[in-house]
T-cell receptor, first 116, second 115 residues
Framework: AQTVTQSQPEMSVQEAETVTLSCTYD???????LFWYKQPPSRQMILVIR??????QNATENRFSVNFQKAAKSFSLKISDSQLGDTAMYFC?????????????FGGGTRLMVKP | NAGVMQNPRHLVRRRGQEARLRCSPM?????VYWYRQLPEEGLKFMVY????????ESGMPKERFSAEFPKEGPSILRIQQVVRGDSAAYFC?????????????FGQGTRLTVV
């Protein structure tokens, strides 16, 4: 079974600054996907970024980038130029790479507060 | 193209009653996943369904919980004889295929409160 751990229950950052959220995972799989989801107060789960484990290059999406360290089983999210709208819960998630469904294993989440 | 629709958004039930949560996947999606989110926790996988079939129910409690995804109509998560511990947000996600390179889209969830 897979486990995903987010060791920072809460974080805060000043607007326009950079913040990094940590995520580690445990798996015996070699091929898999990793995700970061954002959950604002509306509760909607929004996909922020995804990474295929077979790709060495770190994924980036505008102000969001990841630091994927496969050997260390680490997948951190960096948010640059933080904005007030980034305030939300952030969840790291793992998915096996197979043709048997897109079931996600989530971490416990990090609550991010962006301060003006 | 409407997103994943869940209803109701909020549901209050007394202990011992039944709760029925509905999920209409995105158009063209035939794969549905249900997750439960307890307060201050991450989402936990419950069950994966395709049309008329339960594919993986490894996260589903053995008693009182059931799910279906009929040929016509929404997917239903049914909780019988609810207890306080069932209070949570229940999320549905859908995907076009079962392959990992396709995104699963989430609904806004149903918040169940058992009083």
């Amino acid at each position: 079974a897979q486990t995903v751990t987010q060791s920072q229950p809460e974080m805060s950052v000043q607007e326009a600054e950079t913040v990094t959220l940590s995520c580690t995972y445990d798996t015996s799989e070699n091929n898999y996907y990793l995700f970061w989801y954002k959950q604002p107060p509306s509760r909607q789960m929004i996909l922020v970024i995804r990474q295929e484990a077979y790709k060495q290059q770190n994924a980036t999406e505008n102000r969001f980038s990841v630091n994927f360290q496969k050997a260390a089983k680490s997948f951190s999210l960096k948010i640059s130029d933080s904005q007030l709208g980034d305030t939300a819960m952030y969840f790291c998630a793992f998915m096996k790479q197979h043709n048997a469904g897109n079931m996600l294993t989530f971490g416990g989440g990090t609550r991010l507060m962006v301060k003006p | 193209n409407a997103g994943v629709m869940q209803n109701p958004r909020h549901l209050v039930r007394r202990r011992g009653q039944e709760a029925r949560l509905r999920c209409s996947p995105m158009k063209g999606h035939s794969h549905v996943y249900w997750y439960r989110q307890l307060p201050e926790e991450g989402l936990k996988f419950m069950v994966y369904l395709q049309k008329e079939n339960i594919i993986d129910e490894s996260g589903m409690p053995k008693e009182r919980f059931s799910a279906e995804f009929p040929k016509e109509g929404p997917s239903i998560l049914r909780i019988q004889q609810v207890v306080r511990g069932d209070s949570a947000a229940y999320f549905c996600a859908s995907s076009q295929t079962q392959r990992g390179n396709t995104e699963a889209f989430f609904g806004q969830g149903t918040r169940l409160t058992v009083v």
